[in-house]
Every structure is written in structure tokens, then in C-alpha cells.
């Protein structure tokens, strides 16, 4: 039995739409997995042209998405009982908390889900970095994300995989490059978190305004939402479809007042921002 495994498309919010190489890589597969942070449900009627398709919603999702998938599922295949879930934190506070360096919290958080619902095999989203190792006798697999993790950073490598059940036999992972169709061998990075995303990430923000995201969200967002994160996600997506490298506090200056959005008077109050108006 072969198994299509995709996570962190975050359609068509930060990924236009679904890589055709998907479908290609995904051909003659039995069941899709889909470990959450999917987008609009559109994703998953479009993956489910290729096979029948079993998802759980993230933690950064469409309402629509968290209303109609669940948290975790079990799935039984060719005698293999494997838990899908995006296994972030529900509590946003805990999910804030758990953001640390060290890989044991999260791969024990893990191979708990499998463990408690008597499962050997668990597949999870979330960390945007693809994965594939036993961890206490359990099976983790990460396919690695499509779409960015957010609007400051690309994925710099995107990634699926496909899981090969036997019955009586260990299962068989194989990563897959979404821009070469070639196998990708999963890296990971003892000394920590960071150290590993950096294989599969990198900032498209300048240091100006990398500093100034906290305000940006917290202080000028609440005055046009819609507007606001319209205006970053379109230079993000600049970035995201290779038409510029980075972008800085002037880019999103000029593109607020662009939209014509209700906020140069707050922007007067930023020392960084305000010498761009």
C-alpha cells in the first residue's frame, strides 16, 4: 500500500495553489494524508482527484478547515496503526511555550500521541522541516511543508512524501523535493531546532523590519486587518514566487499607502517606520 503524506500548505494564503509536482509524485498512491494547516477546503478536494484523502486541521488554519477536520485520527493500514495530527498546543499560551530549542519536548510530545492510542506510526505537520526517525519505538514522520511557516521567512526547500505499508514489514518513507521531483533525505540537527529549520528556511525580511513585526501586528494591524496583512503578504509573495529576494520597512510603507489603508497616523508614532511616509 502506498500512502501520499503532505502537511503546511496554508492555501491560498501563502501558496497559490498546489504544485503539479504533487500530483505527479502523488500518482497511484492509495490514500492521502494531509497533517494540517491545509487552507481552504479546496485543497483538499483538488488532492483528492488523485486519491481518497484523510486531513486534521492545524493551528494556523481557515475557520472553515478547523470546523470541519479534527484534531487527530487514527488510521489502520495494512495491519499498521498510524495517528495523524498537526500536534500543536490547542492553548496558545502552552503552543507559545513548547517554542524551544531542544528536540526532546517535542519528540516526546509526539511519540506520546502514537503510544496512547496503541499506534506505531505517527505523522504530523506543524515544524515545516520534514522528518523520518524512530524516537522511543515510534515512527515519526514529518513530510515537510509546501507553503512558508510565515509571512517573514520562504521555504526554502518544499516537501512531500510517500509511506510504503506491507503487512508484517517495517514501513518505507521516501522524501521527495517538490521543485525537482528528486528524493530528499530529511536533515536533522541534534544541537537544536534552529539549526535544523535553517536547512529548510530563511528570512525575506530586512533587519529593520524584522524588528518591527510585534508592532506591526499588535499595533497597526487592529486598525485594518484585512488591509494590513494584504499589504505584507503581497511583497512576502513577491519573495514566495521568486520576484524579489527580500523586502524592507520602506517596501511595506510604500505598500500601505499604496492600499490606502487608515494608518499614517499610527505609522507616525514608529521612529523606524515614519521616515519612510
Given at each position: 500500500?502506498?500512502?501520499?503524506?503532505?502537511?503546511?500548505?496554508?492555501m491560498?494564503?501563502?501558496?497559490?495553489?498546489?504544485?503539479?509536482?504533487?500530483?505527479?509524485?502523488?500518482?497511484?498512491?492509495?490514500?492521502?494524508?494531509?497533517?494540517?494547516?491545509?487552507?481552504?477546503?479546496?485543497?483538499?478536494?483538488?488532492?483528492?482527484?488523485?486519491?481518497?484523502?484523510?486531513?486534521?486541521?492545524g493551528?494556523?488554519?481557515?475557520?472553515?478547515?478547523?470546523?470541519?477536520l479534527?484534531?487527530?485520527?487514527?488510521?489502520?493500514?495494512?495491519?499498521?496503526?498510524?495517528?495523524?495530527?498537526?500536534?500543536?498546543?490547542?492553548?496558545?499560551?502552552?503552543?507559545?511555550?513548547?517554542?524551544?530549542?531542544a528536540?526532546?519536548?517535542t519528540l516526546?510530545?509526539?511519540?506520546?500521541?502514537?503510544?496512547?492510542?496503541?499506534?506505531?506510526?505517527?505523522?504530523?505537520?506543524?515544524?515545516?522541516?520534514?522528518?523520518?526517525?524512530?524516537?522511543?519505538?515510534?515512527?515519526?514522520?514529518?513530510?515537510?511543508?509546501?507553503?512558508?511557516?510565515?509571512?517573514?521567512?520562504?521555504?526554502?526547500?518544499?516537501?512531500v512524501?510517500?509511506?510504503?505499508?506491507?503487512?508484517?514489514?517495517?514501513?518505507?518513507?521516501?522524501?521527495y523535493?517538490l521543485?525537482?521531483?528528486?528524493?530528499?533525505?530529511?536533515?536533522?540537527?541534534?544541537?537544536?531546532?534552529?539549526?535544523?529549520?535553517?536547512?529548510?528556511?530563511?528570512?525575506?525580511?530586512?533587519?529593520?523590519?524584522?524588528?518591527?513585526?510585534?508592532?506591526?501586528?499588535?499595533?497597526?494591524?487592529?486598525?485594518?486587518?484585512?488591509?494590513v496583512?494584504?499589504?505584507?503578504?503581497?511583497?512576502?509573495?513577491?519573495?514566495?514566487?521568486?520576484?524579489?529576494?527580500?523586502?524592507?520597512?520602506?517596501?511595506?510603507?510604500?505598500?500601505?499607502?499604496?492600499?490606502?489603508?487608515?494608518?499614517?497616523?499610527?505609522?507616525?508614532?514608529?521612529?523606524?517606520?515614519?521616515?519612510?511616509?
Amino acid at each position: 500500500m502506498r500512502i501520499g503524506l503532505i502537511s503546511d500548505t496554508h492555501m491560498p494564503e501563502r501558496w497559490k495553489q498546489i504544485p503539479a509536482t504533487v500530483f505527479k509524485l502523488f500518482d497511484g498512491v492509495d490514500v492521502i494524508l494531509h497533517a494540517g494547516d491545509v487552507g481552504q477546503l479546496w485543497v483538499l478536494d483538488e488532492l483528492s482527484r488523485i486519491a481518497p484523502v484523510v486531513a486534521v486541521h492545524g493551528n494556523d488554519e481557515t475557520a472553515e478547515a478547523t470546523a470541519a477536520l479534527p484534531y487527530l485520527q487514527t488510521i489502520v493500514a495494512a495491519g499498521h496503526r498510524i495517528v495523524l495530527t498537526h500536534a500543536h498546543y490547542p492553548d496558545r499560551a502552552e503552543e507559545l511555550a513548547s517554542r524551544t530549542e531542544a528536540w526532546e519536548p517535542t519528540l516526546q510530545r509526539r511519540s506520546a500521541f502514537a503510544r496512547e492510542h496503541g499506534a506505531e506510526i505517527i505523522v504530523y505537520g506543524h515544524l515545516h522541516i520534514p522528518m523520518n526517525l524512530h524516537y522511543e519505538n515510534i515512527l515519526m514522520v514529518n513530510p515537510g511543508g509546501v507553503a512558508s511557516g510565515n509571512a517573514w521567512t520562504k521555504q526554502v526547500i518544499q516537501t512531500v512524501a510517500v509511506m510504503r505499508l506491507e503487512t508484517g514489514q517495517a514501513p518505507q518513507v521516501t522524501h521527495y523535493d517538490l521543485n525537482t521531483m528528486e528524493i530528499h533525505e530529511p536533515k536533522f540537527d541534534a544541537a537544536g531546532f534552529a539549526a535544523t529549520e535553517r536547512h529548510y528556511s530563511r528570512l525575506i525580511v530586512e533587519a529593520d523590519l524584522f524588528a518591527q513585526r510585534e508592532w506591526l501586528w499588535k499595533e497597526l494591524r487592529p486598525l485594518a486587518p484585512e488591509g494590513v496583512w494584504a499589504a505584507i503578504l503581497g511583497l512576502a509573495h513577491e519573495c514566495w514566487d521568486g520576484k524579489r529576494e527580500s523586502f524592507s520597512a520602506r517596501d511595506v510603507v510604500e505598500a500601505l499607502r499604496a492600499a490606502n489603508l487608515p494608518v499614517e497616523d499610527k505609522l507616525r508614532e514608529n521612529p523606524v517606520l515614519r521616515q519612510y511616509l
